[in-house]
């Protein structure tokens, strides 16, 4: 594939989304956004303004509807990057709430999941179409405190890896992005040279939609020199 392409940016309202979508953009591609809230989506519009069309849509990731909407207003979609889910600190695990345990994980593993559901069939019969995870190092390192954060991004990887093995026969590549660094984004724009910001993220993605992993694959990226030029 060449050429201007079309992406949806599953949270690409989001921190480190919006990152991803202005890169996409600014390279010419055509990106769709699904939010909640329509003010986010317009703010997205303002702040990542290039040659590459938005399509943002108001409802749930979960929506198979909502994902077949964006599909018939984009046309035949080449690539899905779900980037969803926020951080979590609190208690040591032993003191968190079941009722906490099961609102963190619906907002971060349950959510990845379901935006599968809805969103991968948009992309799992189109030749070198791409679907991929963004996650954190916290799927690799246990974290005090954020146990959830950990626990959740650990279960994603795997999600990542069975839905790779269901998926070896369709013409497509199922990846994760991991990202070995807190991110400097609109929100929180300081930070050491040696953090990754979204739109380091967004190149990175960027990259790999004419360079796409094995499926299976998971690409970590730690800090900005190891973006391919
Ligand atoms: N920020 C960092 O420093 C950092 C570091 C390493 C890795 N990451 C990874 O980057 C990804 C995004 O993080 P972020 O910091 O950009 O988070 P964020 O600012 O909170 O954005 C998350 C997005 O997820 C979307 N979302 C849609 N449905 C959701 C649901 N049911 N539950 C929860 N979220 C839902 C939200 O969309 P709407 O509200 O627009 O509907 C929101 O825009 C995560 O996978 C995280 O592990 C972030």
Redesign the pocket.
Known sequence: MSGSKKIIV??G?????EGIVRQLRQAGHHVGVP???QS?LDALERVTAGSGKLTGAVG??DDPALANDMATRMGPVDMIVA?????WSGPPLIDVSVDDFNSVLA??LT?HYTAARAFLPLVRGRDGGQYVF????AARMPIPHSGLVSIS?AAQEMLKSVLAQEHSKDPISISTLM?F???K?RSRPDGPPEWLSADDVGRQITHMLDHAPQTGATITLAKPSDIPA
């Open positions: 599953l949270g309202a989001g921190d480190v989304g939010s909640r809230s986010k749930a990731i980037s969803i889910g926020s951080w907002g971060s959510a963004i996650n954190g190092g991004a990202l660094s807190m991110v984004t």
